[in-house]
């Protein structure tokens, strides 16, 4: 299995603030997925990117996917108090069984 | 918009009862996960389900828990005798193409499992 580490595991910011969190995996992957959770809810998929250096945005959020494909970062603008949440990146099983596997999350406060 | 539902959503059980946390999936998806998450810590990968078979299953899915898709409907995931470890947040997903396509898994809201 993969170890996909997530940095920072918490983050408390005040509304208007920038920030960017980061996903590194201990090797390449072909495709890596972004979740967010809210409390006592399960995962919601917030975007999929592919290709080596790609940027994605989302609104205020722009995800993008290292050149080597063994990183990805999630930058907010102008963070809402409705940003907060649990953020999880995850990348299919590479062994070809089709699973999702998740890394260790950034909690994310965003105070008003 | 169709979802994935769990029930019950919260189940309260003494160690070493029996535990059936149930599951419908999107109805034309054809992969099905279950999932756990200790409060406060990761999402862990348990099982993965395709063509009436478990896929693949990690080490916490030990000889304590198994899985079944009884009616082509519903999913249910069962642990035998429940340890105290085993109160967590169990989240059902279910996935159209699965995510070596790039396929989006779907989660339920998730059962909290509390053992006592």
């Known amino acids: 299995t993969q170890l996909l580490e997530q940095s920072p595991q918490f983050l408390s910011i005040q509304e208007g603030e920038n920030l960017t969190v980061y996903c590194n995996s201990s090797s390449v992957f072909s495709s890596l997925q972004w979740y967010r959770q809210e409390p006592g809810e399960g995962p919601v998929l917030l975007v999929t990117v592919v290709t080596g250096g790609e940027v994605k945005k989302l609104k205020r959020l722009t995800f993008q996917f290292g050149d080597a494909r063994k990183d990805s970062s999630l930058h907010i603008t102008a963070a809402q108090p409705g940003d907060t949440g649990l953020y999880l990146c995850a990348l299919a099983d590479q062994t070809g069984a089709n699973n999702l596997f998740f890394g260790t999350g950034t909690r994310l406060t965003v105070i008003p | 918009e169709p979802e994935v539902t769990q029930t019950p959503s919260h189940q309260v059980t003494q160690m070493g009862q029996e535990v059936i946390l149930r599951c419908v999936p999107i109805s034309n998806h054809l992969y099905f996960y279950w999932y756990r998450q200790i409060l406060g810590q990761k999402v862990e990968f348990l099982v993965s389900?395709?063509?009436?078979?478990?896929?693949?299953k990690s080490e916490i899915f030990d000889d304590q828990f198994s899985v079944e898709r009884p009616d082509g409907s519903n999913f249910t995931l069962k642990i035998r005798s429940t340890k105290l470890e085993d109160s967590a947040m169990y989240f059902c997903?279910?996935?159209?193409?699965?995510?070596?396509?790039?396929?989006?898994?779907?989660f339920g809201e998730g059962s909290r499992l509390t053992v006592l």
């Open positions: 389900f395709y063509n009436n078979e478990i896929s693949e």
């Open positions: 997903a279910s996935s159209g193409t699965g995510p070596l396509n790039t396929g989006e898994l779907f």
